[in-house]
Nanobody, 124 residues
């Protein structure tokens, strides 16, 4: 099992920044990559960003490319999501997730482990 705990959410004005953190514990060696997803009220959960533990390849949704940065600290089993130039449409609950295999990182059903989520609210 892998346990994931997110932190760093909050309320910020449009144009501001937040950094989300995800602490991974347990059998993290059984995972190959991490992802961030988000879910706004009344909407489906959507892919935000992903990376692989080993090489550190990163991937982004078009809606956040150039504004968000995903990164990792392998020694600490931490994953981060730096969010800059935030927009009201970025408001959502953000989830950290871990996937055990090399697969389509954009699909949430490829991720076996999920955190509890952290709320991000961007005011206009």
């Amino acid at each position: 099992q892998v346990q994931l705990v997110e932190s760093g959410g909050g309320l910020v004005q449009a144009g501001g920044s937040l950094r989300l953190s995800c602490a991974a514990s347990g059998r993290t060696f059984s995972t190959v990559g991490m992802g961030w997803f988000r879910q706004a009220p009344g909407k489906e959960r959507e892919f935000v960003a992903a990376l692989t533990w080993s090489v550190g390849n990163t991937y982004y949704a078009d809606s956040v490319k150039g504004r968000f940065t995903i990164s990792r600290d392998n020694a600490k089993n931490m994953v981060y999501l730096q969010m800059n130039s935030l927009k009201p449409e970025d408001t959502a609950v953000y989830y950290c997730a871990a996937r055990p295999r090399y697969s389509d990182y954009r699909r949430d059903d490829e991720y076996d482990y999920w955190g509890q989520g952290t709320q991000v609210t961007v005011s206009s």
